[in-house]
Nanobody, 123 residues
């Protein structure tokens, strides 16, 4: 079982940037995919991005070109750099640990979850 702790959320204005971090412990970090999901009030949790064990990445269409996922295996940490933030990016962002080396776009593809960090973008 892996433990995940997110940090870096906050209140920003439209057009600003934020970097989320997710520190992992409890298993071999580098062998697993890591993902980010988000959930806005009254909406389903949705896929944001994933980074596989080989550092290949995939993004939701809504964030592609604005968000960048990366990982530092030496620090057991995955990051989500969010640029050009929009009010519609407002949500609780969750870090997720994959069940294997390649992550998917569905929550069921991930075995572990962090507690979430709030991102609020004002217009």
């Amino acid at each position: 079982q892996v433990q995940l702790v997110e940090s870096g959320g906050g209140l920003v204005q439209a057009g600003d940037s934020l970097r989320l971090s997710c520190a992992a412990s409890g298993r071999s970090f580098s062998s697993y995919a890591m993902g980010w999901f988000r959930q806005a009030p009254g909406k389903e949790r949705e896929f944001v991005s994933t980074i596989n064990w080989d550092e290949t990445t995939y993004y939701a269409a809504s964030v592609k070109g604005r968000f960048t996922i990366s990982r530092d295996n030496a620090k057991n940490t995955v990051y989500l750099q969010m640029n050009s933030l929009k009010p519609e990016d407002t949500a609780v962002y969750y870090c997720a640990g994959g069940s294997g080396g390649f992550g998917g776009t569905y929550a069921r593809d991930y075995a572990s979850w962090g507690q979430g960090t709030q991102v609020t973008v004002s217009s």
